[in-house]
């Protein structure tokens, strides 16, 4: 069983940064990949970025792509999520999810654990 820890939320202007990362608690995930969902009020959950379990492979939604950068470090057990020119319509809840695969998993249904989600809300 791997839970997952989410930290970094908080309030930010449009335009601005924030840096979200996702720990286990009670394991390691080397060898697990891991990826960040969204979900905002009303919405469906949404896939925003995923990275295998070596880091070599990411993948990101159409909506954060050029904007987001997820990354991991496996030495500190650590997955971040670098959410850039962040805009109005990126206020959800983010979760971080993972799977032991090597390959990286896009969809939240295939996820095997998950966190309990961090708040980011981004003001116009």
């Known amino acids: 069983q791997v839970q997952l820890v989410e930290s970094g939320g908080g309030l930010v202007q449009a335009g601005g940064s924030l840096s979200l990362s996702c720990v286990p608690i009670?394991?390691?995930?080397?060898?697990?990949?891991v990826s960040w969902f969204r979900q905002a009020p009303g919405k469906e959950r949404e896939f925003v970025a995923g990275i295998n379990w070596s880091g070599s492979i990411t993948d990101y939604g159409d909506s954060v792509n050029g904007r987001f950068t997820i990354s991991r470090d496996n030495a500190k057990n650590t997955v971040y999520l670098q959410m850039n020119n962040l805009k109005p319509e990126d206020t959800a809840v983010y979760y971080c999810?993972?799977?032991?695969?090597?390959?990286?998993?896009?969809?939240?249904?295939?996820?095997?654990?998950w966190g309990k989600g961090t708040l980011v809300t981004v003001s116009s």
């Open positions: 009670t394991s390691t995930f080397s060898s697990y990949a």
């Open positions: 999810a993972a799977r032991e695969t090597h390959m990286v998993v896009t969809s939240a249904g295939a996820m095997d654990y």
